[in-house]
């Protein structure tokens, strides 16, 4: 699981690092193994938003509840647009099965990726994936 993170840098401090995270969980009883902290028998990586898109997806998440806890999770068009932008064979079959149960508004997916010129990648997949011709 990726966990998205606005990091903050430190008072006198150019880097920012998600050790106080870490340790916070580590002394809850998660482990390392390699860069993921398990948690709850989940691997974990915790992340800094890498561009528009996926800092976008934050400033919109949506509060969900989780077994009693309150969660801010990506919407489903952002993480389309994310797995489109991504564009590695398992993102294209996230985006498909995005796509085939309806989980997605096609106006707010048009529009997120228009804002982030995606446009072409997604009629690239249209054609790749989508269409009825052989």
Not at 34 to 53: A, H, K, N
Not at 118 to 125: E, I, N, Q
């Amino acid at each position: 699981m990726d966990i998205f993170v606005a990091f903050h840098c430190e008072p006198e401090s150019l880097l920012v690092s998600p050790q106080p995270i870490l340790d916070y969980l580590k002394a809850r009883g998660g482990t390392m193994e390699g860069e993921y902290i398990v948690i709850g028998g989940w691997p974990v990586q915790f992340l800094p938003p890498t561009g528009s898109l996926i800092e976008e997806a934050l400033a919109q998440a949506v509060e969900v509840d989780v077994e009693g806890t309150p969660a801010r999770v990506f919407t489903a068009e952002h993480l389309a647009a994310i797995a489109l932008q991504t564009g590695r064979a398992k993102d294209k079959a996230r985006l498909l099965q995005f796509i085939e149960t309806g989980a997605l508004d096609s106006e707010r997916f048009q529009a997120i990726i228009a804002h982030h010129d995606l446009v072409d990648a997604w009629k690239k997949f249209e054609r790749q994936f989508l269409s009825d011709a052989p």
